[in-house]
């Protein structure tokens, strides 16, 4: 299902944007702080709730303006969708084909996914935004995922504030049980992903890096020993940190060749490869399980990739089941000639370029 009209407003220097993107590719230029990447990082707003850049939400909105809105329209066929995000000071509302919606049914009908100029802390980066990685494939093949990792996060935060307070161990070990059962449920179809999702990446990654990539799954716990008694095992650090140190949400992924962790062995602009083989991998993975297309929004593809890495990465996209938004300085700096739409961003305003 592609993107087919998508209006912004009073979106950081976008001040009314309205335009029907081509459904396989669109190509946006302009100088510095006009508003490209702001076009991007709208779409994925509408999908994720979130920039991918640092800030607040509410900072996303224009100095004078009270709130932004995205509105975008999606189609397949006969079968269309309009979505809708209002994003003021105080808080958001999402709409569905006219109706209140949660994120996760926005998220779910309009699947987005990124490469930017920081995708290379995907490997070098803390675990979160890996974590954040694998929960997107999860969440868009596995139905169940979300509301067994709402559950969980719940119990989490329940676990924690009696652990802040200092409550016995039995008013603590209360939330046990709703932590351990989606927990276990979370752990399993991350792992299940994983394994199906490693073989496609290995092959996308084979292309383009001099090494055989392997992706291993860490739970969060001790490898052979189960989550009930990792948390029993666990009392004391989680008592004297008033945390919970074991569970789901300490996973993480490693990326490695030849038994050594990437992200200490390889160069920036081979963790930038690395990292955009992995989105595409991903991207690839969840459209043929899905039988859903996917957005794939590309910021500033050539920014410190010398011309080998920067050629092999554009060979990846040529490949991908994406419908692509991908904003650069000059057109000469992208690959594919006159193909697809293309835009000009100026002073926060998008033109077509004929």
């Not at 996303?60 to 809105?69: C, G, K, N, S, V």
């Not at 990539?213 to 004297?240: F, H, I, M, N, V």
């Not at 991908?326 to 000469?332: H, P, T, Y």
Request: proline share 4%.
């Amino acid at each position: 299902m592609a993107l087919t009209a998508l209006r912004v407003e009073h979106f950081r220097c976008l001040n009314a944007v309205d335009f029907q993107p081509d459904p396989n590719l669109n190509l946006i230029t302009g100088v510095n702080a006009t508003g490209k990447t702001s076009l991007l990082e709208s779409i994925f707003v509408l999908s994720r709730g979130r920039s991918f850049r640092a800030g607040r939400a509410s900072e996303l909105i224009q100095y004078e303006a009270d709130a932004l809105t995205v509105y975008a329209e999606l189609s397949s066929g006969t079968d269309t969708h309009r979505l809708g995000a209002e994003i003021a000071r105080a808080g958001r509302r999402l709409h569905v084909d006219g109706q209140t919606a949660a994120l996760g049914d926005v998220a779910a009908l309009l699947p987005v996914q990124v490469i930017d100029p920081e995708i290379h802390l995907l490997i070098q980066g803390g675990p979160e935004q890996r974590r954040r990685f694998l929960d997107w494939g999860v969440f868009h093949v596995e139905p169940r995922f979300l509301d067994s990792w709402r559950r969980y996060r719940k119990a989490l935060r329940q676990r924690n504030a009696a652990l802040r307070r200092q409550d016995r161990r039995e008013a603590v070990m209360a939330w046990d049980e709703e932590l351990i059962n989606a927990g276990e449920l979370v752990d399993a179809w991350r792992e299940a992903f994983n394994d199906q999702f490693h073989a496609l990446l290995s092959s996308k990654s084979f292309d383009i890096l001099p090494f055989e990539l392997k992706c291993s799954y860490l739970r969060g716990w001790k490898t052979g020993q189960s989550l009930p008694d990792a948390l029993a095992d666990s009392w004391e650090r989680d008592r004297a940190t008033q945390a919970t140190q074991v569970g789901p949400h300490r996973a993480d992924l490693r990326f490695e060749a030849g038994g050594h962790a990437l992200r200490h062995h390889v160069s920036r602009g081979q963790q930038k490869l690395l990292a955009g083989a992995l989105v595409i991998a991903q991207t690839h993975f969840v459209v043929e399980a899905n039988q859903r297309e996917v957005v794939l929004l590309v910021d500033d593809p050539a920014a410190e990739l010398d011309r080998e890495h920067r050629e092999r990465l554009f060979e990846l996209f040529r490949a991908v089941p994406a419908q692509l938004f991908v904003a650069a300085l000059e057109l000469d700096e992208l690959p594919w000639g006159t193909a697809g739409k293309r835009f000009h961003v100026e002073h926060g305003e998008l033109a077509p370029l004929i």
